[in-house]
């Protein structure tokens, strides 16, 4: 897929799609509110299972917009962030047993 170059509606400066404001006039070009794009949601998504630690704060951001289908990703980003934390948790407190059983099993050894 070719991207498509943007123009600077202010200076006609080509400009990226990554770009947030135009490098030559410094004119905004991106609507930076927060968009319900699919493709937004699922790095939401994905960041709140894998990074839940880097999720909370975009997610509490969508939750706190105001339209409904925002609020709908924010809620479901942070029960994904909290089902992932407790996933954590878990596995850790399991490795956590399994290691004590080993150490014990060594020290029964002895
Ligand atoms: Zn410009």
Known sequence: MEEVPTLC???KNIISQID????????????????????KQFFLYFLS??????????????????NPTSKKVGV?????????LLLSVYFTKTLLNSLNSKLDYYRGLN
């Open 20 to 39: 947030i404001s135009c490098p030559k006039c410094g004119k905004k070009v991106k609507d930076t509110s927060l968009t319900t794009g699919i493709q």
């Open 76 to 84: 479901v980003a942070i029960i994904l962030i909290i089902t992932s």
């Open 49 to 66: 299972f894998f990074l839940p630690y880097f999720a909370i704060w975009p997610a509490i951001k969508y939750l706190r917009q105001p």
């Open 9 to 11: 509606p202010n200076c």
